[in-house]
Nanobody, 121 residues
Framework: QVQLVESGGGLVQAGGSLRLSCAASGSIFSINAMGWYRQAPGKQRELVAAITSGGSTNYADSVKGRFTISRDNAKNTVYLQMSSLKPEDTAVYYC???????????????WGQGTQVTVSS
């Protein structure tokens, strides 16, 4: 069984910074891509940033230059450093990871429980 636990959300003023963390635990053979998604009230969940096991990154246009995704493979942890935050960044942020629990089993698309980020104007 695999679990993703997020931390680091909260309330911040516009222009401020937050760092989100997401640690994967359980029976893990390998982790492929990891990423962060967000969902604002009344909107669909959208990709914010993703990072492969080799370190290649991909960002939504709306966060390029402001957010940085990174990962520590030894700790099975992915981070999202958010800077120059805007009120429109307010959302529940979800961690996602493509996890293989055994070499012979297919990859599982796993989700965290979400962490609230609120940016006040």
């Amino acid at each position: 069984q695999v679990q993703l636990v997020e931390s680091g959300g909260g309330l911040v003023q516009a222009g401020g910074s937050l760092r989100l963390s997401c640690a994967a635990s359980g029976s893990i053979f390998s982790i492929n891509a990891m990423g962060w998604y967000r969902q604002a009230p009344g909107k669909q969940r959208e990709l914010v940033a993703a990072i492969t096991s080799g370190g290649s990154t991909n960002y939504a246009d709306s966060v390029k230059g402001r957010f940085t995704i990174s990962r520590d493979n030894a700790k099975n942890t992915v981070y999202l450093q958010m800077s120059s935050l805007k009120p429109e960044d307010t959302a529940v942020y979800y961690c996602n990871a493509e996890i293989t629990v055994a070499a012979i089993l297919p990859t599982l698309n796993s989700w965290g429980q979400g962490t609230q980020v609120t940016v006040s104007s």
